[in-house]
């Protein structure tokens, strides 16, 4: 059963940044195309960034675009999500995906993570 466990989640102030980490529990993940979803309460879910297998391709939700960065260490199976300048708005459950092709919106992954929690004080 392949795995996707997210961490870094937690509680930031507004303005601050955070790292969210997702590792894959199988080395095929290497050849998958990740990426970063959320859902607020209410509301659907976004798509946030993505990443290519190679790492070479990266796309980002207009929410985020300019102040996050997605990348991925694949010798550890690992993808990262990197925001900065977080405001309330970023509050929410944030979602590992991954996807054996492009993970380009509007495609929707194949395997998901759990999620983790992400709140943003003002």
């Known amino acids: 059963q392949v795995q996707l466990v997210e961490s870094g989640g937690g509680l930031v102030q507004a303005g601050g940044s955070l790292r969210l980490s997702c590792a894959a529990s199988?080395?095929?993940?290497?050849?998958?195309?990740m990426g970063w979803f959320r859902q607020a309460p209410g509301k659907e879910r976004e798509f946030v960034a993505s990443?290519?297998?190679?790492?070479?391709?990266?796309y980002y939700g207009d929410s985020v675009k300019g102040r996050s960065t997605i990348s991925r260490d694949s010798a550890k199976n690992t993808v990262y999500l990197q925001i900065n300048s977080l405001k309330p708005e970023d509050s929410a459950v944030y979602y590992c995906?991954?996807?054996?092709?492009?993970?380009?919106?509007?495609?929707?992954?194949?395997?998901w993570g759990q999620g983790t929690q992400v709140t943003v004080s003002s």
């Open positions: 995906a991954g996807h054996p092709t492009s993970l380009e919106p509007p495609v929707s992954p194949r395997y």
């Open positions: 199988e080395r095929t993940f290497s050849r998958y195309a």
């Open positions: 990443i290519s297998w190679s790492g070479s391709t990266t």
